[in-house]
């Protein structure tokens, strides 16, 4: 009883002074208070890493949807110009070879015409008695009609040029005054005009004559200089435009640039081409070229006498050439034509007149457009340019003097806008939606997936936090995680395998801890805490009151007063070690310090002793009137 007594006294001296350091105000208190429960920094890290695994997901998801994406777009794109650039090549192999062959075709008919026409010359001037230059070719009309179908062209203008020296000027007046109303009466028969060959006569200027520059272009008789070259056959017969004459007996040699071609073609002795304009003035203004062929005086090439005597031309309308080039459906290329030699576009003397050696059409289907007497194709297709020799006359530069241009024409092809345009789809657009939206598709699923396994995963969370509470009530948080850190190496260690709170087959388990054997070998946790105070609270007359009862009240009295002693443990850091019986055994300063543990302990134990009165007061009404009688004895240790 002494001791009991003492323990009371001492007790009393502690809950009623006012003037020592138990009584300090209500501030310590919250200093001294716990922190809330706090789950287990391995939890924290798995959070941490499944949170960062996700966000690295999502962006390997849009860096590979982005990569796929833009790589869709750009195979699309590259494809659509891969066909865009076969198309075009296969509409400008398709021009270049039937331009050439073409070329091929005229050039090879025009020679036979040329020969046919030496060889019925030579025969005739033989058997009449005549030569050169006056002969009219017989039938003039139906052999040129019969030439302008072998050309492959359509509409061409076919000449004839005799070679007149100046002292047969009028003597070949006097021939073409009537060999040209018979040529006239042929062509109104073939052509099946209207105009009768007395009325075409009639305007014709009845002689070798030019137009004069100096004169305002008035017709005039040619210079008597040099050679003359008059036209003595015409096939169509056509009028010049803003003239009333038919161009018959004009003299080519003062023609600008038709004179150059009949050099030289006399002195290669090969056709020569330049350009040449028709209509000049009108909307159908349209370049073309005129086709020199000479003829010689006998049809045998190897004769020593064998002598240039007359020409052939062929003027052709490149308008009508480039026609019937593609079939329908093939449109949208622009063509360029160039020639070597700008010395060698001619014009018809007319005023406003003029001629170009470059000129650009439009081709589309069968049908072609002038586009104008320049370069006009769009400059950024200029890599996809396409350019063959379209006239190559086999002309040896040898055979000219020094300085004389080739006369070459080449084609140079292009794509036009529409037609690039026609292979510029939405289908790019298309498929990278598509791609897009198999990547959003599949995001959803991935977001849908994470919802569910997210939903049972905060279940189990929540079900391994009720438990860590359980651990946690056992032991402190520090020693919780140490506890869950030296299991995560052990079950690493075992094989690789993630420690999981709710894996109590294989993770911790609050009975893992009971025996030595269930540690795997691991060294003892023990650490030396050399400022602790320790409390015992034990229940005066538990032993006499708990004997007249049952045992659930025992229990509940236990239940409640404890209950309260564990609040109010948890609010000052005080650290429950066990109960045993009635007796309620703590400590202060372990496992985390605390500054004034003794102090701590003190305001502990008085606020226990305060709880059980309150405790017992309350529980009279069911447990018995003599439940108010128990008291609290409190011991402290330091």
């Known amino acids: 009883m002494s001791d009991e007594h003492s323990i009371s006294s001492k007790k009393s001296s502690f809950t009623k002074s006012s003037s020592n350091p138990f009584t300090d105000s209500a501030s310590n208190d919250d200093t001294n208070e716990r922190e809330p429960y706090q789950p287990p920094e391995v939890a924290k890290r798995e959070e941490a890493n499944i949170l960062r695994a996700k966000i690295l997901v999502a962006l390997i998801i849009i860096l590979v949807a982005s990569a796929v994406g833009a790589s869709t777009y750009l195979l699309v794109k590259d494809q659509e110009k891969t066909n865009f650039e076969n198309q075009f090549a296969g509409f400008a192999s398709e021009i270049l070879t039937l331009s050439r062959q073409k070329a091929d075709q005229l050039f090879s008919a025009l020679d036979t015409f040329s020969v046919s026409i030496s060889s019925q010359a030579d025969a005739e001037n033989a058997l009449r008695n005549t030569s050169w230059p006056f002969y009219a070719v017989p039938d003039w009309s139906l052999k040129a009609k019969g030439l302008a179908q072998l050309t492959g062209v359509s509409d061409p203008d076919v000449f004839f040029y005799s070679i007149v020296q100046q002292e047969e000027r009028d003597k070949?007046?006097?021939?073409?005054?009537?060999?040209?109303?018979?040529?006239?009466?042929?062509?109104?028969?073939?052509?099946?005009?209207?105009?009768?060959?007395?009325?075409?006569?009639?305007?014709?200027?009845p002689f070798i004559h030019f137009f004069d520059p100096e004169n305002n272009f008035q017709p005039g008789p040619s210079p008597a200089k040099g050679e003359l070259i008059p036209v003595l056959h015409i096939y169509p017969l056509r009028f010049p435009l803003n003239h009333p004459l038919i161009p018959t007996l004009i003299d080519i040699a003062y023609v600008a640039g038709a004179d150059a071609l009949v050099d030289m073609s006399?002195?290669?002795?090969?056709?020569?081409?330049?350009?040449?304009?028709?209509?000049?003035?009108?909307?159908?203004?349209?370049?073309?070229s005129l086709i020199i062929q000479p003829i010689y005086n006998t049809a045998n090439s190897a004769a020593k006498q064998r002598k240039v005597v007359a020409f052939t031309g062929l003027r052709l309308h490149w308008l009508d050439y480039?026609?019937?080039?593609?079939?329908?459906?093939?449109?949208?290329?622009?063509?360029?034509?160039?020639?070597?030699?700008?010395?060698?576009?001619?014009?018809?003397?007319?005023?406003?007149?003029?001629?170009?050696?470059?000129?650009?059409?439009?081709?589309?289907?069968?049908?072609?457009?002038?586009?104008?007497?320049?370069?006009?194709?769009?400059?950024?297709?200029?890599?996809?340019?396409?350019?063959?020799v379209f006239v190559n006359l086999g002309i040896d530069e040898s055979e000219l003097p020094e300085g004389t241009c080739v006369p070459t024409l080449t084609l140079h092809v292009y794509p036009s806008e529409d037609l690039a345009q026609s292979f510029q789809t939405s289908n790019a657009m298309q498929y990278t939606g598509v791609v897009a939206a198999s990547f959003i598709f599949t995001s959803l699923v991935f977001l849908l997936y994470d919802f569910f396994v997210r939903r049972r995963q905060t279940k189990v969370m929540e079900r391994i936090m009720r438990q860590d509470k359980i651990?946690?009530?056992?032991?402190?948080?520090?020693?919780?995680?140490?506890?869950?850190?030296?299991?995560?190496?052990?079950?690493?260690g075992r094989g690789g395998r993630h420690f999981e709170h709710g894996d109590f087959d294989d993770g911790l388990d609050i009975f893992d801890f009971e025996g030595e054997s269930h540690i795997s070998g691991s060294a003892p946790m023990a650490d030396l805490f050399p400022s602790v105070t320790v409390v015992f609270a034990d229940i005066a007359g538990f032993t006499a009151w708990s004997s007249a009862r049952e045992p659930h009240q025992v229990f509940v009295l236990l239940e409640t007063i404890y209950g309260a002693f564990d609040k109010i443990a948890y609010r000052h850091n005080v650290f429950k070690v066990e109960t045993v019986g009635d007796c309620y055994v703590s400590a202060v300063g372990l496992p985390e310090p605390v500054d004034k543990h003794a102090v701590v302990a003190c305001k502990f134990a008085r606020a226990c002793k305060t709880k059980m009165k309150e405790v017992t007061l309350k529980l009279e009404v069911s447990l018995g009137p003599d439940t108010g009688d128990l008291d609290l004895r409190t011991g402290i240790h330091r």
């Open 172 to 205: 070949f007046n006097e021939f073409a005054a009537q060999a040209i109303p018979k040529s006239y009466q042929e062509s109104v028969e073939i052509e099946e005009t209207e105009t009768t060959a007395t009325e075409l006569w009639q305007k014709t200027i």
């Open 266 to 288: 006399r002195s290669i002795r090969r056709p020569v081409m330049g350009f040449t304009v028709r209509d000049v003035g009108t909307d159908t203004a349209t370049p073309g």
């Open 322 to 388: 480039f026609t019937n080039v593609l079939t329908d459906g093939e449109f949208g290329v622009i063509v360029v034509l160039k020639g070597a030699c700008p010395n060698l576009c001619t014009f018809e003397q007319t005023v406003g007149s003029t001629a170009s050696s470059v000129v650009t059409y439009r081709i589309d289907g069968q049908n072609a457009e002038y586009l104008g007497d320049s370069d006009l194709h769009d400059p950024k297709y200029d890599d996809m340019e396409i350019t063959d």
């Open 471 to 492: 651990v946690a009530n056992v032991f402190p948080t520090a020693i919780r995680d140490r506890l869950y850190q030296n299991q995560e190496k052990q079950q690493q």
